[in-house]
């Protein structure tokens, strides 16, 4: 039997309204969530190349402290925000009356979870770094002693795919430069 | 490298093209079948190129394999594997049995020979149709250094395809990218460059810096991309091989997210200004940058439509992060995302007709593509995170990482076509993310 060849050679239009045709959106790519990882350590330096601290705990979700003190060196935000909570505000206030004694430069790192897209993170670290830099020069400290970076969703300390990570991972880190840095 | 390629690889130039007219076009060519939603892939025989020299015949087997892997990886093609063939094609100049491939139920034929003189090779070939007996379209010749064989097989598959399905191809193109490696804590990042398909992966940066985003020009040539090599994240722009590398922006303290126009004369992005992000453009080769927006919220991933006139970009301004368009000289945004959740990273199509964007909603990442105007959403892909779409040179697929939750997870680069089929991985040697897809390489 000789098959008929059937129509022309399929315009760009026909292809584009034949595969939407086939329409299979949305088609859901399982991708099964991992078990909690744990906690990977308890943060450590908060990664800024040459100014991270040794990680000591230093409340409920971990990180390090100013340089010998018990000081909470990070605050830590909710999702999406950068806004500071009364806990926040409390760690800051602490932070504040240690570098109205001692003197140097710091730098606030932004950090963001991973659930937001890479581009909005960044800013979404700025804005959280901005925010603990607004508060401490609010409160006297001028701002020439303080630089902000963002890393975005770059360096998590915490890895595994829960909430409980990612509550880590939203955080703004106070970093002392080392003495000579 | 690819510059070297440009130089030394005479391939579809017209000069460099060795038309041969057949005796008339095709009046009957074919057209890939669909049924029940689904289409049926066009079935084809890609026998062996014959070896036109004696020592093209191992060249001659990776090229015809080359072409092969091109059009069966659309998902709109399957071959007939050389097993089930009956005819055999020994003589790229004698007449094709066309009983021999319609016995087998081949619908397209692809003829071809390499030959080698040198380190120079040459590849000839013809299309087919089967059951009209015809060729598609003239017979043509490539020819290149015998090193950039993928791309002589790259460039054959591309006309194949735009012939059996009217559209543009995008084989022969170039894929930017972040190779990473080390622990997700501390991961090591590096600008990277491979083909379409993840052959010739190169490393363009050494690692020491954190990279992220890189996004290459539509001719391959130029990389911008945000590096921490300063300290904090700045826009760098250098060349693909990793030379002339510079800071775009030197007046921004923290700047991000950057996009080529299509020409590549300007390049948008944004920069930090403390509680909020804003947009900016600038001259890739001179000029002050400009102010495009001035607002509190996070506007970033700014992204040229392909004329130039206009840019999408995200914005949370209305509480959350959705898709807006505006002049490309700055002016009044209009949103065009009003679905459900938050929408990010919008790029424009290079056919102009569609911006793909990620989409978070519900806990979950997607790849979605709408039409400019915001209407005729479609959401293709959904995982833990599926994120940051780069468009083939036709317009037709999308190439995005999907990131693997957990302290063993990463993200590895897909391809998916704006219909939502044909998901696939594009295979790299580690966890790979931010893909930034090239046009059509001359």
Redesign the interface.
Known sequence: MKEKMRGGILSGGLLAAALALAGCAGEPISVPTSPDAGYNGLGGAGGAGGLGLDGVSGGALGGGTLPGTSISDRVFFTVDQSTLSAEAIGTLNQQIGWLTQNQGQITIEGHADERGTRDYNFQLGSARASAVRNYMVSQGIPDSRISIITFGRERPVATCAEESCFARNRRAVTVVARPGA | MVNRLRRTLILAAPAALALRPFASVAQ?????E?TQ???QPMPFAAPVFVADTPMAADLAQRITQVVIDDLTGTGLFREIPSSAHIGRITNFDAPVQFSDWKAIGAQALVTGAVGVTGDRARVRFRLW?V??QTG?GEGLRFQGPASSWRRLGHKVADQIYM?????GGYFDSKVAYVAESG?????QKRIAVMDYDGANAVAVTDGSA?V??PRLSIKARRILY?S?EQ???KIFIMNVDGGGRRVLDKTAA?S??PHFSADGSRVVY?V?E????DLYVTGTDSGAPARLTRTAS?D??PSFSPDGSRICF?S?RSG??QIYVMPAGGGEPKRISFGEG?Y??PVWSPRGDMIAF?K?VG?RF?IGVMRVDGSGE???????????PTWAPNGRVLMFF????????GPRIHSV?????N?REVPTAGFAS?PSWSGLLE
């Not at chain 2, 009957?28 to 890939?32: G, K, N, V």
């Open positions: 009957s060519p074919l057209r890939i669909i939603g689904v289409v149709d059951f009209a598609l012939r059996l399905t009217g559209e622990p997700k804590a501390s991961r954190l992220v985003t945000t921490y300290g904090a994240p923290m991000f997210a944004s930090s403390g509680t909020g992000s996070i970033t991933a995200e949370d959350n992060q938050r990010a990273t990620t978070i806990g997607h479609q959401l293709l892909t959904a995982s833990y995170i599926d994120e940051g999907r990131e693997s939750p957990g302290e063993s997870g076509d704006i219909t939502g089929r998901l931010d």
